[in-house]
């Protein structure tokens, strides 16, 4: 394991427990005591953490890890999901992409695909995005023209949110949209963690002839904070495993397509 993947998994463990001392932490992560110290001050440091006696606390309820903190989570599925995006996206299309770490693998293999880059030299691609990270590491492919909206950045996600963003949006008509969600269920349909975030996606959705949502399995049959859309607003679900039969049903009943990516 990694110093980065020992600090990540020691943040999700205390996202997820609310409190944990510094013997839970050495069991769990099969670390040393003073390794596990040493981490913990690391993540106080950065005001990821607040540490205690012993051991450390959350922020607070809800906690939102960071985006460079989730990037190794499922990280063999978001590449095969972003896979099987990149082959729903046709050359010359204009796509639509929210934040997050699935659809920053999915605009990776978007800007790297050689089904989008053109003989004569001109843009093979258009992608629209709100997120600072993609439009950063886009920037360099000269097969994409990328456009970033305007907006006010959440430093967890590196996403753009507020007025300025659905200002834009109104401005465009998009072929494809490409949606990173928190939960996917068929009461809430798609739902994220940050009502801001919310907003933005919904007005992805409004503005694209077709919405892709990119969700692995962890995501679905459940309901996070905020509501983006609902399903029967989806054309096509990207994941990375078979559904259970019921929510596969659900799915049908809205008129989503599924897709598994292998």
Same mark, same amino acid.
């Given at each position: 394991?990694?110093? &980065?993947?020992?600090?990540?998994?020691l943040l999700e463990?205390?996202?997820? @427990?609310?409190?944990?001392?510094?013997?839970?932490?050495?069991?769990?992560?099969?670390?040393?005591?003073? +390794?596990?110290? @040493?981490?913990? *001050? +690391?993540?106080?440091?950065?005001?990821?953490?607040?540490?205690?006696?012993?051991?450390?606390? $959350?922020? /607070?309820? /809800?906690?939102?890890?960071?985006? &460079?903190?989730?990037?190794?989570?499922?990280?063999?599925?978001?590449?095969?999901?972003?896979?099987?995006?990149?082959?729903?996206?046709?050359?010359?299309?204009?796509?639509?992409?929210?934040?997050?770490?699935?659809?920053?693998?999915?605009?990776?293999?978007?800007?790297?695909?050689?089904?989008?880059?053109?003989?004569?030299?001109?843009?093979?691609?258009?992608?629209?995005?709100?997120?600072?990270?993609?439009?950063?590491?886009?920037?360099?492919?000269?097969?994409?023209?990328?456009?970033?909206?305007?907006?006010?950045?959440?430093? &967890? %996600?590196?996403?753009?949110?507020?007025?300025?963003? %659905?200002? *834009?949006?109104?401005?465009?008509?998009?072929?494809?949209?490409? #949606?990173?969600?928190?939960? #996917? %269920?068929?009461?809430? /349909?798609?739902?994220?963690?940050?009502?801001?975030?919310?907003?933005v996606s919904r007005?992805?959705?409004?503005?694209?002839a077709r919405v892709?949502?990119?969700?692995?399995? +962890?995501? #679905?049959?459940? $309901?996070?904070?905020?509501?983006?859309?609902?399903?029967? @607003?989806?054309?096509?679900?990207?994941?990375? &495993?078979?559904?259970? %039969?019921?929510?596969?049903?659900?799915?049908?009943?809205?008129?989503?397509? #599924?897709?598994?990516? +292998?």
């Open positions: 394991m990694t110093p &980065q993947q020992r600090l990540n998994a463990l205390v996202s997820e @427990r609310g409190n944990v001392s510094i013997a839970e932490i050495s069991d769990l992560l099969d670390i040393s005591p003073a +390794t596990a110290r @040493r981490d913990l *001050t +690391t993540l106080a440091e950065q005001r990821l953490v607040t540490r205690t006696h012993g051991g450390a606390a $959350a922020l /607070g309820t /809800g906690y939102e890890l960071p985006l &460079q903190y989730k990037i190794a989570r499922q990280a063999d599925a978001k590449v095969a999901i972003a896979r099987a995006v990149s082959r729903l996206v046709h050359p010359g299309d204009t796509v639509g992409v929210n934040g997050g770490t699935t659809t920053t693998e999915v605009a990776r293999e978007l800007g790297k695909s050689e089904r989008f880059i053109r003989a004569d030299g001109e843009y093979g691609i258009t992608i629209v995005t709100n997120a600072l990270n993609i439009g950063y590491e886009l920037s360099v492919r000269a097969n994409v023209k990328i456009v970033v909206t305007g907006g006010v950045a959440r430093r &967890q %996600s590196y996403e753009l949110v507020g007025a300025l963003v %659905s200002n *834009t949006l109104a401005e465009f008509a998009l072929d494809v949209v490409v #949606l990173g969600v928190d939960g #996917l %269920s068929a009461r809430y /349909g798609a739902t994220t963690v940050h009502e801001g975030e919310a907003e007005h992805f959705a409004s503005v694209g892709i949502v990119a969700a692995d399995s +962890t995501k #679905l049959e459940r $309901a996070t904070f905020a509501r983006i859309c609902p399903l029967d @607003r989806i054309d096509v679900l990207v994941t990375d &495993q078979p559904v259970p %039969s019921t929510f596969a049903a659900e799915l049908a009943a809205a008129g989503v397509e #599924l897709v598994v990516a +292998t």
